[in-house]
């Protein structure tokens, strides 16, 4: 205990050092979130990444809204030349225990990811090296051009900047780094259980006094009970509510169902080649032609999810915009690959019934209506849809003895802007989430290329000639809708915006004027 | 003793009276039992054919209607017509009811009669495991078996088959016991009856009709068990109707659109209560006291 | 009636008769945890893929997953890990959470209190309600307050406790505002949800006392008392009750079981921090050893009840000392 009560000592201290002047009285009560996950420890390479979500944690860069990456604990990122960028860290960070930022901490935080993130392995190149070139700067030389740099500084599952010291200090006993002040952002966590986690203010924070003195962040792991506690103001705001009870939060008075900007995900189509009648080119043009992303997002639920125009999101820089419903084209697909109507409002050939299987998972509660949805609209182009349910959906999906013909699975194409990781990972012939067996050589070439093109409109190029090639030649990959941050707020926070890329509470959050 | 069921193995004189559908019409409560239960299964039985509309289809237009004209109960937050859903989920929530209680009489049957008949060591061991499987409070080893298997509407109905087919074999082996040494099946023996027709003549139908009592009187328990795992989200997958998951999926709509609560759980309720009327009214004739 | 036997007799038959039922209650404990583990090899899929998928680690090196076969004793034979296991239990140690790789002891003791908490009101909630309404049913036997009780136990023994449950957070907690939806396991809302989790129980409690108790009023005893005549009120509480009691509080120490196992249900709905909402938690990732801490604690919590009244009824009936049960 006493070494927890004096690094606590230490942290006031230090943040009584940094701001010489008396905190402005504060009137707002601690914020209340109920978000679903726990957060199981203080393991910054397991667990880390939810510290990044509510304002502990922060990063060198930053995704935001308008598709970008924004310097963030960074005054500035360059390329002169492509295979070396160098960082420049802004003047005057300090973690919450009060010791500075400098380049030498960033980097210590960086190789000690390195050493023991999966995360952070799998990102890096081999034969980068990270080095300080200056007090405040960073350099980073690879063989080849990391076109990818931005984005996975702004990846919440890669670098946290900690203080690598402190965090090398407890070993593997994580439950002492409460309390401990290791990370950068407005609060600083002062406990951690299975039930809740708490954090306060941290008064020396580079961007000015946090607005809130502090935050409780409860685990509720039902829906339900989330929102039911905004509703008896035990909460201010419930994270991830799900859409079907917008109807029902919207009816009540005192609470408010907040649909927030577009998000980098959404709900994924991925069509089985390895087996059914999907191998046929023209019948998965004719499904993409027959899915209604229109209805999906406006009546299915209504606008509560964004409409897909391609397999990106519209905020991004190289998103196509190809996706259209076009059920005359679908129907025309399908005579002309010889599923002819039969007497019973499906399609069949030769004797066989088209009739595709929908996978989905217990997980994700959108997916029931959506799936629904879009069997009825496959029918009326005359194919019939069953819908199974797998538990444990990547695996499933990866087994060959498992039915299915188009899975359904919530996947973040371009996750804090990086589109590599997913092309790589669901795309190439073997790679471990290729559901269906997609094998394009034109697509493995393009990915492949893509990987160390650093030319923006070389690469912009690239990824319109995937999207193309994954609606109108050779389709695989599709999106169903793109997803919006969303949540249940109180009367207090009811011009709380849901946060973008998973950034839920900043130093500025407050309750409304 | 008082047991729960008021069957008492020892007695060896259960059988069912001779006209037990008479019986039961005259029983005062068994009657509702009866009329109740053959009205829900042939809802569920026909379901599919009286349902107004398909279960699993969307509306959007007709979302959260509350009960009226074309829509009886009213529809769901997806316009689907609860209904028809109650009907079509009728068969998962009181079939998957019948089939475990159907399983575990005929495993406890053929456990508890095998016991018995084997005597011995082979009993002893038998009976032990029979034991050691009991310490396990049912429901927990239900939970234990889903934990293991995963999710899943025929690993729910394994699960509650494993967590109550041991009690049954007990009470099987017991009547079992009374009928081998029974004097009927002794006379029997000595005419020279071969031993397989005493079986099937004096002993399985000894042990049969007590866990029949036993499986109907259990058949309540059945139903709100399998709602309450799909109510957790560990039974029925979701597009697919049954009342514990209606129920679940109705949380969100309590105060605008009560009916999508009120309805399911009137299910359950006429369900199980049906079930026990049945059950405690077939124990009633099963004790020969009960009988006048 | 107890007999009348030489004392010091009768307390070294107490202690053997007691001792017997411990060593009874342990093999039955023992036997439950080797069919849990027993039971494993049923599970599909590689231990390790389960351990993977729980920790949402998506792509595994080598040298984690070789790592994690040695911290969770993989690749030991199954005898070993169960030897290991059970030798782990016995120091007070039940492994390794597989989802978080925390030790489970230390879930199980955050989060046990509030569990016992619910499950020990609930019991006497259920004992006292049971015992009040099945008085009143036996006094007035087949008058309008008997039927009224059976009525009663009909309509709650055909509502299941989640059902229940709804009911009471939806208009009770939220609509009269009475308790808290985050209720962290105390104040009104365990009130509300042992009531709960009570009344579900009660119903069958009551009709098994009131059965006992109009059984016992025919009795000769009864009989006896009322040719002296003895008011029937009188005969209830000073016969009928003694007689029956005993055997009505062994049945539902017996299903005290249905009543740990009726937890996970309640806790989710109430949001209660109990060890219930962990086994779920637990259950959909497959985190094999809260499984199986969970299922030893209920074990533990039926036996253990099960000795408690099988020790109060043979201190109480001499007459059980001698093998038989109750």
Redesign the interface.
């Known amino acids: 205990m006493t070494p927890r009560l004096s690094r606590r000592a230490a942290l006031a201290m230090a943040a009584l050092l940094a701001l010489p002047l008396p905190v402005a009285a504060e009137t707002a009560p601690p914020l209340r979130v109920v978000t679903s996950f726990a957060i199981d420890s203080m393991n910054p390479w397991e667990d880390g990444f939810w510290m990044q979500e509510f304002g502990q944690a922060e990063l060198l860069m930053q995704f935001r809204e308008d598709g970008r990456h924004h310097p963030w604990l960074l005054e500035r990122l360059e390329n002169p030349e492509p295979t070396r960028w160098v960082m420049t860290l802004r003047a005057g960070l300090t973690f919450q225990n009060g010791k500075p930022v400098d380049a030498a901490a960033v980097l210590a935080a960086i190789e000690a990811a390195r050493a023991h993130s999966a995360s952070a392995k799998g990102a890096v190149p081999d034969g980068a090296i990270f080095a300080v070139t200056g007090p405040l700067e960073l350099t980073v030389t690879t063989p080849a051009a990391w076109p990818e740099l931005p984005g996975v500084l702004a990846d919440e599952s890669v670098f946290l900047i900690l203080d690598a010291e402190a965090v090398a200090a407890v070993g593997e006993d994580w439950g002492r780094l409460v309390g401990a002040g290791i990370y950068t952002g407005p609060f600083a966590v002062t406990a951690l259980d299975s039930a809740r986690m708490e954090a306060v203010a941290y008064p020396g924070y580079w961007q000015g006094p946090p607005a809130l003195p502090g935050l409780t962040l409860s685990f509720v792991p039902d829906p339900s009970a989330r929102i039911l506690a905004v509703q008896n103001d035990e909460a201010d705001i419930a994270l991830y509510p799900p859409l079907a009870a917008r109807p029902m939060v919207e009816a009540t008075p005192g609470v408010h169902f907040n649909i927030g900007a577009l998000g980098t995900g959404g709900f994924t189509g991925y069509m089985n080649l390895r087996q059914g009648p999907l191998a046929d080119p023209a019948l998965r043009k004719a499904v993409l032609r027959a899915v209604d992303y229109r209805e999906i997002a406006h009546d299915v639920f209504r606008g509560g999810l964004a409409q897909a125009t391609s397999l990106y999101a519209a905020n991004l820089p190289f998103a196509l915009e190809n996706y259209r419903t076009d059920l005359v084209e679908a129907a025309a697909l399908l005579d002309a690959a010889g599923w002819v109507p039969g007497t019973n409002g499906t399609r069949q050939k030769d004797g066989t019934p088209l009739t595709l299987v929908l996978a989905i998972y217990p997980q994700q509660p959108d997916l029931a209506p959506l799936s629904a949805a879009v069997q009825a609209q496959l029918a009326r182009v005359g194919i019939a849809a069953e819908i199974v349910s797998f538990d444990g959906i990547n695996r499933a999906l990866m087994e060959p003895a498992n039915r299915w013909d188009i899975a359904m699975v919530s996947t973040g194409a371009a996750g804090w802007g990086r589109v590599q990781g997913f092309l790589e990972n669901y795309l190439l012939p073997g790679a471990r989430r290729n559901y269906g067996g997609y094998d394009n050589a034109e697509v493995s070439a393009l990915v492949a290329e893509l990987a160390t093109e650093a030319d923006t409109a070389r690469r912009t190029a690239i990824l319109h000639r995937i999207q193309t090639i994954l609606w109108d030649e050779d389709p695989y990959a599709f999106s169903f809708n793109i997803h919006k941050g969303r949540v249940v707020v109180n009367d207090r926070y009811a011009c709380y915006q849901p946060g973008f890329a998973l950034y839920h509470i900043s130093w500025q959050t407050a309750p409304c004027r | 003793?008082?047991?729960?069921t008021?069957i008492d193995p020892t007695a060896g004189r259960h059988r069912p009276p001779p006209h037990l559908l008479a019986a039961l019409v005259r029983h005062p409560t068994g009657r509702w039992g009866l009329i109740l239960t053959a009205l829900l299964l042939t809802a569920a039985a026909a379901g599919p054919w009286f349902a107004p509309h398909p279960p699993?289809?969307?509306d959007?237009?007709a979302?959260?209607r509350p009960p009226g004209p074309g829509h009886w109960l009213g529809t769901d937050?997806?316009g689907?017509d609860q209904l028809s859903r109650l009907l079509d989920g009728a068969r998962r929530s009181l079939g998957g009811a019948l089939v475990v209680s159907a399983a575990i009489t005929l495993i406890g049957l053929i456990y508890g009669t095998a016991a018995a008949l084997a005597g011995r060591w082979v009993d002893a061991a038998m009976m032990?495991l029979v034991?050691?499987?009991l310490?396990?409070?049912?429901?927990?080893?239900?939970?234990?078996?889903?934990?293991?298997?995963?999710?899943?509407y025929v690993n729910l109905l394994i699960a509650l088959i494993a967590a109550d087919w041991a009690w049954k074999a007990r009470i099987a082996r017991a009547c079992a016991q009374a009928a081998v040494n029974s004097p009927a099946a002794e006379v029997a023996r000595h005419l020279g009856v071969p031993e397989w027709r005493v079986v099937a003549r004096h002993i399985l139908p000894a042990v049969f009709w007590p866990l029949l009592v036993l499986a109907t009187l259990g058949l309540?328990g059945q139903i709100?068990a399998i709602?309450?795992f799909s109510?957790?989200?560990?039974g029925v997958?979701?597009?697919l109707a049954e009342w514990?998951a209606m129920?679940a999926?109705s949380?969100?709509?309590?105060?605008?659109?009560p009916w999508l609560?009120l309805a399911p759980?009137a299910c359950?309720?006429?369900s199980?209560?049906a079930a026990?009327?049945l059950g405690e009214a077939l124990r009633d004739l099963a004790t020969p006291e009960g009988r006048s | 009636m107890p007999l009348s036997t030489a004392p010091e007799r009768e307390g070294r038959g107490l202690v053997r008769a007691l001792l017997s039922r411990l060593a009874q209650a342990a093999l039955a404990a023992l036997g439950a945890s080797l069919i849990v583990w027993l039971m494993l090899p049923l599970a599909p899929g590689d231990p390790v893929d389960m351990i993977l998928s729980a920790r949402r680690i998506e792509e595994p090196t080598a040298a984690q997953i070789a790592e994690l076969r040695a911290r969770f004793g993989l690749d030991l034979p199954f005898w070993r890990r169960y030897a290991h296991w059970l030798a782990g239990v016995v120091q007070g140690d039940l492994g390794l959470s597989w989802r978080t790789g925390a030790p489970v002891v230390g879930l199980l003791a955050d989060r046990l209190p509030a569990t016992l908490r619910l499950v020990g009101l609930g019991f006497v909630v259920s004992l006292a309600w049971s015992l009040a309404l099945a008085l009143v049913a036996a006094r007035w036997a087949g008058r309008w307050p008997d039927r009224l009780v059976l009525a009663y136990t009909r309509v709650f023994a055909a509502i299941p406790a989640f059902v229940l449950a709804l009911l009471v957070l939806q208009f009770v907690v939220v609509g009269l505002g009475l308790g808290r939806v985050l209720s962290g396991g105390a104040g009104l809302t365990l009130a509300l949800a042992a009531l709960v989790l009570g009344i579900d129980r009660a119903a069958g409690w009551t009709q098994l006392l009131r059965a006992a108790l109009l059984a016992e009023m025919a009795r000769g005893p009864a009989d006896v008392a009322r040719a002296r005549g003895a008011p029937e009120g009188r005969i209830l509480r000073v016969i009928a009750l003694p007689a029956g009691l005993l055997p009505w509080l062994t049945a539902a120490g017996m299903s005290l079981g249905g009543l740990i196992a009726g937890a996970p249900v309640i806790e989710t709905i109430f949001t209660w921090p109990g060890v219930g909402a962990e086994l779920l938690a637990a259950l959909s990732v497959r985190d094999v050893p809260v499984i199986q801490a969970f299922v030893l604690l209920a074990v533990l919590g039926y036996v253990g009840a099960s000795f408690l009244v099988d020790s109060l009824a043979l201190w109480l009936d001499p007459r059980l000392r001698d093998g038989g049960r109750p």
């Open positions: 003793m008082i047991s729960a008021g699993n289809l969307p959007y237009a979302a959260l937050a997806t689907r032990r034991d050691v499987v310490a396990l409070p049912g429901l927990i080893l239900a939970f234990a078996v889903i934990g293991l298997l995963g999710p899943g309540g709100a709602s309450a109510f957790l989200g560990l997958p979701v597009p514990g129920l999926e949380r969100f709509f309590f105060r605008i659109a609560l759980a359950i309720f006429v199980v209560l026990n009327l």
